[in-house]
């Protein structure tokens, strides 16, 4: 089981950016799907997530209304799209699958790799 991040880069502040994550040696189709960030010297976070049954979205308080998560189930896909980035969205951005709660590191089985995203003042 991968999944694969890709989409990162520099960006300036109010740019934006599209992150994806291919998911492959299986299906999650019953599986939340969800981005999580961590910046330098701090702990990984919820960004947001996606759950494939019932496409509902959820959002952490600080990327509310700038980002917004979607799916493609036929392509396996998940995207992060990100618009008027901030410096503060600086980090390693990782994508993940789980099948409990959506807003938990723990609660998520499979990740993948990261990808960075940097945004400059």
């Known amino acids: 089981v991968q999944l694969q991040a890709s989409g990162g880069g520099l960006v300036q502040a109010g740019g934006s950016l599209r992150l994806s994550c291919a998911a492959s040696g299986r299906t999650f189709s019953s599986a939340t799907m969800g981005w999580f960030r961590q910046a330098p010297g701090k702990e990984r976070e919820f960004v947001a997530a996606?759950?494939?049954?019932?496409?509902?979205?959820y959002y952490a308080d600080s990327v509310k209304g700038r980002f917004t998560i979607s799916g493609d189930n036929a392509k396996n896909t998940v995207y992060l799209q990100m618009n008027s980035l901030k410096p503060e969205d600086t980090a390693v951005y990782y994508c993940?699958?789980?099948?409990?709660?959506?807003?938990?590191?723990?609660?998520?089985?499979?990740w993948g790799q990261g990808t960075l995203v940097t945004v400059s003042s």
């Open positions: 993940a699958a789980g099948y409990g709660s959506v807003w938990y590191v723990r609660d998520y089985d499979y």
């Open positions: 996606i759950t494939w049954v019932s496409r509902g979205t």
